[in-house]
């Protein structure tokens, strides 16, 4: 069977998450995909319902020895990665199960590099709260927000070249990466439907708000290369379209 695209799980924690993701990415009606999880914690490698994929054909696990975070991960996973598409989704989140048909479908269709799909945000136990819709999104409007859900995200490789790979940030690295790739004058094409439940985990590192301020000025000054005023200030909106969509 001939692999399409690449599905890339890094994971730490939280075995019966990851169980509810794997499920969903098994129930897809588009199967010609590979999985790659990243074992990022070194401290629980013997993880029995990890590595009874080990043996499944369209299985790829990579054992960390150090932990390196999410994102150089997901780094990890895209170079030994087969599909014409890389498709990024956290250990708790969940896909629908016409996702990844009607997004590559699309993709193919029109030729787009880059897409993004709406998504719930529910809590820990799978309650709704509320919805992320997606929408067209160039290198100028996502340097105001960056309104991408990362599990939703599907990249035609291609685009992956050399220095666009995540960062290593412990936040806001997938946002580096989008500014990187619309920074090339891809555009990130938002399709409506709502294809992904983000869990709001409280265990989360995304949690923190003095980290997301330390590394969205780190985005800005160190990635960007913007001056420290101008960083600030981009923190600042940043900061405000993050409270008004919540």
């Known amino acids: 069977m001939k692999i399409v695209v690449s599905i890339i799980i890094p994971f730490y924690s939280n ?13 897809q009606t588009f199967k010609k995909y590979e999985i790659i999880i990243v074992h990022d914690n070194p401290e629980s490698l013997s993880n029995n319902f990890i590595n009874i994929f080990k043996s499944k054909k369209n299985f790829k696990i990579i054992y960390n020895k150090k932990n390196i975070g999410a994102g150089l991960s997901r780094n990890k996973g895209i170079h030994i990665s087969k ?29 787009y590099l880059a897409t993004h799909t709406s998504y719930d945000k529910v809590d820990i136990n799978g309650k709704f709260i509320s919805t992320r819709v997606a ?10 927000s960056c309104d991408i859900g990362l599990s939703s995200v599907i990249l035609n490789k291609k685009i992956l070249k050399k220095k666009i790979e995540f960062p290593s940030l412990r936040t806001k690295e997938d ?45 800005y ?12 200030f981009r923190v600042f909106i940043l900061s405000i379209n993050f409270l008004k969509k919540n």
């Open 135 to 144: 929408k067209n999104l160039d290198y100028k409007r996502l340097l105001n």
């Open 15 to 27: 075995i019966n998450l990851l169980k509810k993701t794997i499920k969903s990415i098994l129930s």
């Open 175 to 219: 946002y580096v990466l989008w500014l990187k790739i619309a920074k090339t004058g891809v555009i990130f094409y938002g399709i409506k439907l709502r294809f992904m439940k983000w869990h709001n985990n409280p265990d989360s590192l995304s949690k923190s708000n003095f980290d997301k301020l330390i590394d969205a000025f780190r985005v």
């Open 83 to 111: 599909g014409k598409y890389i498709a990024f989704i956290d250990s708790d989140d969940i896909w629908s199960s016409n996702k990844l048909l009607t997004q590559i479908n699309l993709m193919e269709r029109y030729k």
């Open 221 to 232: 000054y160190n990635y960007e290369k913007f001056s420290l005023i101008r960083s600030i």
